[in-house]
Nanobody
């Protein structure tokens, strides 16, 4: 089992920045692909960004150029640096780990990001 704990969410004004962290514990592996998702109220959970063990990153079009995903394998932690935040970025953000080809097997509890206009 892998436990994921997100932190760093909060309230910020439009144009502001936040940095989310996701710490993994348990049967962690630096070989896991990890990712961030978000889910606005009443909507489906959407992919935000992912990073492979080798550092290859992928982003949703809506966040390209504004968000940066990174990882520190020594600390079993991934980060999401979010800049130029917009009200539509408001949502709980979830960390995920271990892509098996169909889905991620482990999920965190989420951290709330609220961007005021």
């Amino acid at each position: 089992q892998v436990q994921l704990v997100e932190s760093g969410g909060g309230l910020v004004q439009t144009g502001g920045s936040l940095r989310l962290s996701c710490a993994a514990s348990g049967r962690t592996s630096s070989s896991y692909r990890m990712a961030w998702f978000r889910q606005a109220p009443g909507k489906e959970r959407l992919f935000v960004a992912s990073i492979t063990s080798g550092g290859i990153t992928t982003y949703a079009d809506s966040v390209k150029g504004r968000f940066t995903i990174s990882r520190d394998n020594a600390k079993n932690t991934i980060y999401l640096q979010m800049n130029s935040l917009k009200p539509e970025d408001t949502a709980p953000y979830y960390c995920a780990a271990h892509w098996d080809g169909r889905s991620y097997n482990y999920w965190g509890q989420g951290t709330q990001v609220t961007v005021s206009s």
